[in-house]
């Protein structure tokens, strides 16, 4: 899965989106690929009974946007979130995001 990390103008790279129009045209999206997954969906009740693959993934997010995750979602219905209490990144004193995997 591809994930924007930045955003390459001329020969630099910035991490803020740019607000000027004008740049914008000019801008190019920088990638960083993380392995995706394919697997059954199961019942997950806490952050470590989800895949491998799906823990570093949201692992990269919250260290890209550098905010934890207080809710994580394995699907739809509400039987598939389950709180993220444990923050193995960040020490869980600022605000909380949410994510589905």
């Known amino acids: 899965m591809k994930v924007c990390t930045g955003y ?13 129009e004008a740049l914008l045209a000019k801008v ?16 997950s009740q806490e ?5 491998a693959k799906r823990r570093r993934y949201l692992e990269r997010l919250e260290e890209l946007i550098g905010v934890p995750f207080c809710l994580i ?3 739809a219905s509400a039987t598939k979130r389950f709180s993220a209490r444990t923050r193995p990144l960040l020490d869980g004193t600022r605000a909380c995001g949410s994510s589905i995997v």
């Open 8 to 20: 390459r103008v001329g020969r630099d790279i910035v991490t803020d989106f740019p607000e000027e």
């Open 47 to 51: 952050r470590v009974d989800l895949p």
């Open 28 to 43: 190019e999206p920088v990638y960083e690929e993380i392995s995706g997954w394919i697997d059954v969906h199961r019942r």
């Open 73 to 75: 979602s394995t699907g």
